[in-house]
């Protein structure tokens, strides 16, 4: 199979790879960048293990071929943490207990990213709306809920 050239900037930072063309882009993020914190759950979008902020907007990986990614922005969960200081998100489901085994946990994250940015003041039922396509089998989500409560406080300084 013919390879082709993909440059995509992860993190704020540019990774460049020859690949194949059916390469998923949870893929590259994981073997070509090294960044293992993307999960791969399901490989059918139903778990949401893989969700990255792809120019700004939420998506599953493991369903999208890196070529579709070629020149544009990809926030992981690596990428929320600044100066080894967590980001209120992260901080929140260390403080309110929003993990359990941890495995759903970057995708979950990575919703209520984006959940924040479009709506930094959800109510209990926009956070489980905006992170319903996300699946945990641990936790039962109150705490999840919780801790994406106390990240939109924190990120308006409320906390």
Not at 105 to 118: E, F, V
Not at 137 to 159: D, F, H, L, P, W
């Amino acid at each position: 199979m013919q390879k082709v050239h993909v440059k995509i900037n992860i993190n704020e930072k540019p990774y460049e790879a020859e690949i194949e063309p059916r390469l998923l882009l949870v893929h590259f993020i994981r073997d070509i960048a090294g960044l293992t914190g993307t999960h791969i759950g399901c490989d059918t979008t139903n778990c949401g293990a893989c969700t990255v902020i792809l120019n700004g907007k939420a998506v599953k990986s493991c369903t999208m071929f890196a070529v579709q990614a070629n020149g544009k922005d990809v926030i992981t969960i690596e990428g929320l943490a600044k100066d080894g200081k967590l980001h209120p998100i992260q901080e929140g489901f260390w403080v309110k207990h929003g993990l359990q085994c941890g495995y759903c946990t970057p995708g979950m994250i990575m919703a209520a990213y984006q959940l924040l940015k479009k709506n930094p003041n959800p109510s209990e039922e926009e956070i489980r709306i905006g992170i319903s396509g996300n699946l945990c089998r641990c936790t039962g989500y109150q705490n999840i809920v919780e801790a994406i409560k106390y990240a939109s406080e924190k990120m308006k300084g409320e906390i």
